[in-house]
């Protein structure tokens, strides 16, 4: 298990000060070159990146943050007691990466982090020319932004086939680490598929040993032919700075988001309504399935998509749309990222029998959006089912899954919890948990059902 705290998002904040510091550096004196001759009997990648970073881009993000003061300060009796002025917001600058994916009409692919809280985004292309950006949409569960700039004779860097991609691969990271500009590292691609990391709800890394430093965030990862495979987004590191470990969002999950960033201009995730594990070898094993590797189906939600369409508990799904499937994770991924109304071919096995079951994705409850910041945040739920409320005695809210580390799982709720009531006022659906929770309490008594025994948890 990863040390969570020591993953860290690599946009770093500069002052004028320190930037002023930066690109005081001067360059030392140019080298001679050699005949033309002999450098063309070198191996280089000085064509390909010729091509490819003048698509690369520099991000500077003004956002505003309270002036720090004494704590009494922020207190509205106070103030109006010594008759203080209102607190007043400073400036704060941030700086990062970001890749242009379509010249024509402007379009910048960056992290959700970056651009953050911006109150004002400028690019910087590597002519020199600054642009002001405007913010198309963002997500924060992939951590993909999407900018929209305008201007002539822009470049672009192909989005590549992420899913291709082997371990071993070389690949070149390209960004604008500690503000010093365009900066360019190479390595290979160390593992795929990393996630656990706690830093996105929906991860599948690229790990690279390319070097990955503060301000690289949504940089570009590409490989040896130029194309974009990677949008680069955290480290692994007890410093701060590289050490080896990079991770980068594929390039297919990053172009997934920003069709539908661009015709919805949020993502509108799609769900089934079904529970899914690692089928381990150990369950396999008792399950006497072999070494068959999946996901596998815990349960079905009643009157859902899945249910539909006939997926039962103990299906193994094996791949969709003839992709192989390598786990829960990698499930859950696919379909977090279908837009709704979209049929998907599950292919799945059931005992001795293997059969393509078509489904549906239907609109995940977007609703949880507006729960951030609460004891919830962190929480997948949904309405009980009418069977559920039957078993427990009247309507509620189930959790599906509690996100390690999250504000609800410091809350003490757990998966399966089924709230009853908050603060005494009952609970039917997700849209009655964010009326209850609107005015931000200071305490909340949750009633609800665990393992089938009534419990009363306190939050604060």
Do not use: C, W
């Not at 607190?87 to 379509?102: E, L, N, P």
């Not at 002539?152 to 070149?172: F, P, R």
């Not at 399966?416 to 006022?425: K, Q």
């Amino acid at each position: 298990m990863f040390d969570t705290a020591r993953v860290r998002r690599i946009v770093a904040s500069f002052t004028v000060a320190a930037a002023a510091i930066l690109f005081s550096i001067s360059p030392g004196p140019a080298q001679t070159s050699g005949s033309s001759a002999a450098s063309a009997s070198l191996p280089t990648l000085a064509p390909m990146l010729e091509r490819v970073t003048p698509a690369v881009v520099n991000i500077a993000v003004v956002s505003r943050a309270p002036v720090q003061d004494n704590p009494l300060y922020g207190d509205p009796n106070f103030r109006r007691f010594f008759k203080l002025p209102e607190q007043q917001q400073q400036a704060r600058m941030s700086a990062g990466s970001g890749v242009i994916v379509d010249a024509a009409k402007g379009y910048v692919l960056t992290n959700h982090h970056v651009i953050d809280g911006g109150t004002e985004i400028s690019v910087t292309l590597k002519d020199g020319r600054q642009l002001a950006a405007k913010l198309v949409g963002s997500d924060k569960e992939t951590d993909i932004a999407l900018l929209q700039i305008e201007a002539k004779n822009l470049a672009a860097i192909e989005i590549g086939d992420s899913n291709t991609l082997k371990v071993g691969d070389y690949v070149v990271a390209i960004g604008n680490p500690f503000g010093l500009g365009q900066t360019v590292t190479s390595g290979i691609v160390s593992a795929l598929g990393r996630s656990g990391l706690n830093i996105e709800g929906y991860e599948d890394f690229i790990q690279t040993d390319a070097s990955i430093n503060p301000g690289n965030s949504g940089g570009a990862l590409v490989s040896l032919d130029g194309k974009l495979i990677g949008v680069n987004t955290a480290i692994l590191s007890p410093a701060g700075a590289n050490v080896g470990i990079g991770f980068a969002v594929p390039s297919s999950m990053a172009a997934s988001v920003m069709d539908q960033l661009i015709t919805h201009g949020k993502v509108e995730r799609g769900r089934l309504g079904i529970g899914i594990q690692d089928l381990t070898p150990d369950l396999a094993e008792a399950l006497k399935l072999g070494d068959l590797r999946g996901a596998l189906i815990a349960n079905v939600e009643r009157g859902s998509a899945a249910d539909e369409a006939g997926l039962k508990s103990g299906d193994v799904v094996i791949a969709t749309d003839g992709r192989a499937v390598h786990g829960a994770t990698d499930l859950r991924n696919r379909i977090g990222l279908t837009p709704a109304g979209r049929t998907i071919r599950l292919t799945v096995k059931r005992g001795d029998d293997e059969m393509v079951i078509a489904v549906t994705i239907v609109a995940e409850d977007r609703s949880m959006a507006d729960l951030s910041g609460t004891p919830f945040d962190g929480a997948t739920m949904r309405a009980a089912s009418s069977e559920e409320a039957q078993q427990t005695g009247g309507p509620g809210v189930v959790i599906e899954k509690v996100e390690p580390g999250s504000a609800a799982a410091r809350a003490g709720l757990r998966d399966g919890d089924l709230i009853l009531a908050v603060n005494r006022t009952p609970v039917a659906s997700v849209a009655d948990l964010q009326r209850a929770t609107a005015a931000r309490p200071a305490t909340l008594a949750l009633e609800l059902v665990r393992e089938g025994a009534g419990l009363l948890l306190v939050v604060r």
